[in-house]
């Protein structure tokens, strides 16, 4: 299916003036989480193409002054206070320009602050090549000479960096009367005064480069914010490109008219068709995995709101944006966690599992970096299992999607594959997603997978082959014996020797009372000290997966 890439309310285009009034007539109502009107100018796909123009505008000025410097005329009876103007200003370009070019090849800062800094950039850089170009010594022909380097950088700068409508005409401007003051300077330091006909010739270039500028860089960031139109996925617009791996990319979205943030899966078809998919058959599958998922009510599965097919081809669909860790991330980085929050975590993925299960649907791959670590309103701690994309109906295998999820690669993660998927039996049921779950306890609680080796194959055979080693013999931490015991008994290489449900399961770690030591208070204290950076952020789509089912 495929959408409008206008957006409308009943059937009215919005101009960017109607998204500002909008948003402050929400912000004034007292609306939370509302956009700011800047980001409903200017997206940040096109602000972080911009930084990366910023670099090559800062090396191209580096070397047009190395050039200048070289070219600009010599003359033994230049005045002193000539020379140190022209030093000064050949030695601050050099300077802040390598800052810039620093700043925007480090991504140091955000791309939004970075462009900013880049206008602070034009102006300064505008006053230092008016004083270069106009500090010259008495003795060398005051006369026109052509286009000043002022009205060449007013022009050209705005085409190349975009800004906002307001914040491009003040920055030309302020740019283009550093021409006027640059002169200023410079006869105050002994250059020669130009004629009024003369003053007025480069002064009118000037001007006209602002007028031509600023009517330019409207046509141009208008053709960007309607590429941006272009790439919009249902009634949502892409702003922020937050993952992205061999054949998928995750975006950070927004819904057009209710300000709601969403993260939208989406793959290329020029990535279906470098990877050898079928159209069609990779179409019915995203399809089967978006619908898979959005039958699921269970707060602890993560809620997909829209899917479909964009106008260039491209499959998408759009879930809730969640802020928080993902579990991998969250041991990597914090150490394995204690018991009692292991068990309160993984209580909330059983609740998830077990809906899919009684639908008849096995995740297939339960791994660390599928279940996230959220806040939710005022909950903390609140899990999210993610990533269906293996889903398959375990109570029927002639249904089309085993079809679609087949090939010559084995589905699953080889660190969290049950030993019947390891093996490619075809009778893999739900008590695979326990064994799965039992690995993520492992690794919760250890911060080491249950087997290692030198390739997935060899983790995999393991899986199928060696008994695990007691996590308690793994770690410093003191593990509870009932609970090793639970998790050991997950990691059964028979599927009837482990809980057969996840309400089982989900009962059994109810049933050893250390999970009531996990409070909110406790996840208050250390959400307060360790909640994740808006770089942090992780989605639905985290890691972003291959239709084959490997991890992109």
Not at 80 to 87: E, N, P
Not at 423 to 432: Q, T
Request: include cysteine.
């Amino acid at each position: 299916m495929s959408h409008s890439r206008v957006e409308t309310i009943a059937g009215k285009r919005l101009t960017d003036g109607d998204a500002r009034r909008r948003w402050l007539a929400v912000k004034k109502a007292g609306g939370a989480g509302t956009p700011s009107p800047r980001v409903l100018s200017l997206g940040q796909d096109l602000q972080e193409a911009a930084v990366g123009r910023l670099l090559l505008v800062t090396l191209l000025v580096l070397g047009f002054t190395v050039v200048l410097r070289l070219a600009l005329p010599q003359s033994s009876g230049t005045p002193t206070a000539i020379l140190d103007l022209r030093f000064f200003a050949f030695g601050s370009t050099v300077v802040i320009s390598l800052v810039m070019a620093a700043l925007a090849w480090r991504r140091a800062l955000p791309a939004g602050t970075l462009l900013n800094l880049a206008l602070v950039y034009e102006v300064v850089q505008a006053l230092l090549f008016a004083i270069t170009y106009h500090a010259v010594s008495a003795d060398v022909n005051p006369a026109p000479r052509g286009w000043s380097t002022v009205a060449v950088w007013v022009l050209a700068f705005p085409l190349v960096i975009p800004a906002t409508r307001v914040r491009t005409l003040v920055a030309t401007l302020l740019a283009a009367l550093m021409d006027p003051i640059g002169l200023a300077i410079a006869v105050r330091a002994g250059s020669p005064v130009p004629s009024p006909t003369g003053a007025l010739s480069i002064f009118l270039r000037t001007g006209f480069s602002v007028v031509a500028a600023l009517l330019v860089s409207r046509i141009l960031y208008q053709m960007g914010r309607d590429m941006a139109d272009a790439r919009a996925m249902g009634a949502y617009r892409l702003v922020e490109r937050i993952g992205q791996g061999g054949m998928g990319e995750v975006w950070r979205a927004e819904h057009r008219t209710l300000a709601r943030p969403a993260a939208i899966k989406l793959i290329r078809p020029e990535a279906l068709a470098s990877n050898g998919w079928d159209l069609r058959e990779a179409t019915l599958r995203f399809e089967h995995e978006a619908r898979s998922t959005a039958a699921l009510r269970s707060a602890h599965t993560v809620a997909v709101y829209d899917f479909g097919t964009a106008e260039d081809g491209s499959l998408y669909y759009v879930m809730e944006l969640l802020e928080g860790y993902d579990s991998d991330t969250l041991v990597r980085r914090f150490g394995p966690l204690p018991p009692e929050r292991v068990v309160y975590l993984l209580r909330q993925v059983c609740h998830s599992l077990e809906e899919a299960h009684v639908a008849g649907l096995v995740h297939r791959d339960i791994k660390p970096a599928n279940i996230l670590i959220c806040r939710e309103g005022l909950d903390l701690d609140f899990v999210k299992v993610v990533d269906f994309g293996l889903v398959k109906h375990f109570r029927d295998s002639t249904r089309r999607d085993e079809r679609l999820t087949s090939g010559t690669h084995v589905a699953g993660t080889p660190e969290y594959m049950s030993p019947e998927t390891a093996l490619g039996r075809k009778d893999v049921d739900r008590r695979s997603d326990i064994y799965s779950l039992g690995c993520v306890a492992y690794w919760m609680l250890t911060g080491q997978p249950v087997f290692e080796a030198k390739s997935p194959l060899e983790v995999a055979l393991q899986h199928v082959e060696s008994p695990p080693v007691p996590p308690s013999k793994r770690t410093e931490r003191v593990i509870p014996g009932d609970l090793e015991q639970i998790v050991l008994e997950s990691l059964s290489k028979e599927p009837k020797q482990r809980p057969q449900t996840a309400s089982e399961l989900a009962r059994r770690l109810a049933s050893l009372g250390i999970e009531r030591t996990w409070t909110q208070r406790r996840a208050e204290t250390w959400w307060r000290d360790h909640a994740p950076e808006k770089a942090s952020l992780k989605t639905a789509a985290n890691g972003v997966r291959t239709l084959t089912g490997q991890s992109a």
